[in-house]
C-alpha cells in the first residue's frame, strides 16, 4: 500500500509577521499510523524540499507522544527534509493521499492548480482522499467526475469556526474553513472545539482538528483495507 502525504510550503502567518506553516501533530500521527501498519509514504509540498513547521505546533504544551517520536526519529525527519515536488506526482501508483493541516495550507494548497488536479484525478479514479484541520480548506476549488464541487452533499468538517476564533485568527486566515465547506455546498457538522471528529462520506474523509489527525488516519487506513 502507498499513501502520498502533501504538505504547504506556506510560511507567513498573513500580514502578522508570525510564522506558520504545517503543525507537527498532525503529520506525526498520521506518519505513524501508516508506518506501523507498513504503508509506504511518499511525502510532497509545493516547492518541495523541508516544508516549514508551524513553530508553534512544536511547543510542550502542543507536544505529544507521537511529535516528540516524530522529533526523535532521524529517518523521519530526513524524509520530511527532502519532500519532492507537487507538480510532479500524479495519482498513479498510490492507493490514496492525506493532506496534514496547519495553517500554511489556506494560502497555498487551496489554490494550488496541482493540488486541485491531484484530488480531482484521486477522486475520478475511486480512490479516497483524508484531509484534517485546515487542510479541508484544500477542497474548495475541487471538483467530482460529475462537476460538481466535490463537497456538495457531503458530510464533511474542518476547522470550525469557534476554534479559529479560539486562536484569535478569524481576521487574519484567507477564508474561514466551515464557511468555505458550507459556502461550497458541504454539509458541515462538527465536534466539541479541540476534540476528535471525524467524518466519512464515500471516499471522502475529514477530520475537524489536530486531535482528529491520527483517528482520520485509522479511518483512512480501513477503507483502504477494506476495498
Same mark, same amino acid.
Given at each position: 500500500? %502507498?499513501? /502520498?502525504?502533501?504538505?504547504?510550503?506556506?510560511?507567513?502567518?498573513?500580514?502578522?509577521?508570525?510564522?506558520?506553516?504545517?503543525? @507537527?501533530? *498532525?503529520?506525526?500521527?498520521?506518519?505513524?499510523?501508516?508506518?506501523?501498519?507498513?504503508?509506504?509514504?511518499?511525502?510532497?509540498?509545493? %516547492?518541495?524540499? &523541508?516544508?516549514?513547521?508551524?513553530?508553534?505546533?512544536?511547543?510542550?504544551?502542543? &507536544?505529544?507522544?507521537?511529535?516528540?517520536?516524530?522529533?526523535?526519529?532521524?529517518?523521519?525527519?530526513?524524509?520530511?527534509?527532502?519532500?519532492? %515536488? /507537487?507538480?510532479?506526482?500524479?495519482?498513479?501508483? $498510490?492507493?490514496?493521499?492525506?493532506?496534514?493541516?496547519?495553517?500554511?495550507?489556506?494560502?497555498? /494548497?487551496?489554490?494550488?492548480?496541482?493540488?486541485?488536479?491531484?484530488?480531482?484525478?484521486?477522486?475520478?479514479?475511486? #480512490?479516497?482522499?483524508?484531509?484534517?484541520?485546515?487542510?479541508?480548506?484544500?477542497?474548495?476549488?475541487?471538483?467530482?467526475?460529475?462537476?460538481? $464541487?466535490?463537497?456538495?452533499? #457531503?458530510?464533511?468538517?474542518?476547522?470550525?469556526?469557534?476554534?479559529? *476564533?479560539?486562536?484569535?485568527?478569524?481576521?487574519?486566515?484567507? $477564508?474561514?474553513?466551515?464557511? *468555505?465547506? %458550507?459556502?461550497?455546498?458541504?454539509?458541515?457538522?462538527?465536534?466539541?472545539?479541540?476534540?476528535?471528529?471525524? /467524518?466519512?462520506?464515500?471516499? @471522502?474523509?475529514?477530520? &475537524?482538528?489536530?486531535?482528529?489527525?491520527?483517528?482520520?488516519?485509522?479511518?483512512?487506513?480501513?477503507?483502504?483495507?477494506?476495498?
Amino acid at each position: 500500500m %502507498k499513501i /502520498l502525504i502533501v504538505l504547504t510550503s506556506h510560511a507567513q502567518l498573513g500580514n502578522t509577521g508570525r510564522k506558520t506553516g504545517f503543525w @507537527l501533530e *498532525e503529520l506525526a500521527a498520521p506518519y505513524y499510523v501508516f508506518k506501523d501498519a507498513g504503508v509506504e509514504m511518499v511525502l510532497v509540498s509545493p %516547492k518541495g524540499g &523541508q516544508p516549514p513547521l508551524d513553530p508553534k505546533s512544536n511547543e510542550p504544551s502542543f &507536544q505529544t507522544e507521537l511529535t516528540r517520536r516524530f522529533e526523535a526519529d532521524a529517518e523521519a525527519k530526513a524524509v520530511l527534509a527532502n519532500t519532492g %515536488k /507537487l507538480s510532479e506526482v500524479t495519482q498513479d501508483g $498510490f492507493d490514496s493521499v492525506f493532506y496534514p493541516g496547519g495553517h500554511g495550507p489556506m494560502w497555498d /494548497l487551496a489554490e494550488d492548480p496541482d493540488s486541485v488536479r491531484l484530488l480531482e484525478s484521486m477522486a475520478a479514479a475511486g #480512490k479516497p482522499v483524508a484531509l484534517v484541520c485546515h487542510a479541508p480548506g484544500a477542497l474548495r476549488h475541487v471538483k467530482g467526475p460529475d462537476g460538481e $464541487f466535490l463537497v456538495k452533499g #457531503k458530510k464533511v468538517t474542518g476547522f470550525s469556526n469557534s476554534e479559529e *476564533e479560539g486562536v484569535g485568527l478569524t481576521k487574519v486566515v484567507p $477564508f474561514l474553513v466551515e464557511d *468555505e465547506l %458550507k459556502a461550497k455546498g458541504g454539509i458541515y457538522s462538527k465536534g466539541p472545539d479541540w476534540a476528535s471528529y471525524v /467524518l466519512e462520506d464515500g471516499l @471522502l474523509i475529514t477530520g &475537524q482538528n489536530p486531535a482528529s489527525s491520527g483517528p482520520g488516519a485509522k479511518a483512512l487506513l480501513e477503507r483502504l483495507n477494506s476495498k
